[in-house]
């Protein structure tokens, strides 16, 4: 399914691309609190049927939770570099996830950064921990700012 038909399924389900984003939050979060054993495809049916959702298990949702939790170490790796002082696994579980999701939107994507980077701090205002939204919108923008080295690398 190309991305324009993905797009189109997911607006004819009714959700905007800040609902997308927020879903992706909800998977990969369900996926770290189930320590990864559960499939993705489990997951996406439990939120489906629990909060009477209509995510596809072959939408762009899907896709990019699948990314996001595939990749994780190397998410991981990435941010890392970028906090000073600090240690991935001292932060707080949305605030990582978050920075993951953003970092990947970053590096595998054409988005623009600004809409990454506005939409991390959204579901951190959401979700994180207080005040972690400026945590987060450092971090992102500091990634951003490497963006063509880092995301070369990471695609390659």
Partial sequence: MSEH????????????????????????YAMEE??????LALVIDGINKGYDQHI???SEIAHAAREVVDRRRDLDIVIQEFLEHWRLERLGLCTRLILRLGTWELLATDTAISIIINEAVELA?????KDSYKFINGILDKIAARRDELSSKFRG
């Fill in 5 to 28: 038909e993905q797009m189109r399924t997911l607006e004819e389900h009714g959700y905007t691309r800040s609902q997308v984003r927020s879903l992706v939050f909800h998977l990969i």
């Fill in 34 to 39: 189930n320590g990864y054993d559960v499939p």
């Fill in 56 to 58: 596809p298990v072959d």
């Fill in 125 to 129: 205002k959401d979700f994180a921990e």
